[in-house]
């Protein structure tokens, strides 16, 4: 079994980023295989604890069934869109009963690079907060994109 597609180390080129977010958005899915994907990687230990390597192959044999290639990819690709969802729900943001249409984006959005100390690779586009060409000051970032209009 294949296994899962990683995000380049802190300070890899930004080539390695760019091969990592074609493969990401060569991967289509709805929001219904990411929210089943996710919870296939959640129940994979629940009864032995926490083990890493069973959650990813549980998502990889997901990603198999479902017929989302590069399964390496996908398995990856629904990680980060699962964590735009998850994030917006820990800061008090039900994005899927307040702005359905919106959550349904978050499987569609393109992934992109952004750079501020490192590069990132992001669901839709990151902007900072009153952007105007200043430095941009890291704690002033929108992690949501996909979220606002």
Do not use: W
């Not at 294949?2 to 080129?13: F, N, Q, R, V, Y």
């Not at 690079?113 to 952007?131: A, C, K, P, S, T």
């Amino acid at each position: 079994m294949p296994t899962m597609l990683e995000i380049p180390p802190e300070g890899a080129p930004r080539r390695e980023y760019e091969r990592v977010i074609a493969l990401l958005n060569s991967v289509t899915m709805t929001m219904d295989q990411v929210e089943r994907g996710y919870d296939a990687y959640l129940r994979a230990d629940r009864a032995g604890g926490y083990d890493q390597a069973k959650r990813e192959q549980a998502l990889l044999a997901f990603c198999e069934t479902e017929g989302l290639a590069p399964a390496s990819a996908a398995a990856l690709a629904i990680i980060l869109r699962a964590e735009v969802y998850i994030s917006a729900l820990s800061n008090g943001y039900d994005i899927k009963n307040e702005d359905p249409e919106r959550f349904e984006m978050i499987a569609t959005d393109p992934f992109t690079l952004f750079h501020n100390y490192d590069y990132q690779i992001v669901v839709g586009e990151m902007r900072v907060i009153g952007d105007d060409d200043s430095e941009p000051d890291p704690d002033q970032f929108d992690f949501f994109p996909a979220l606002i209009g």
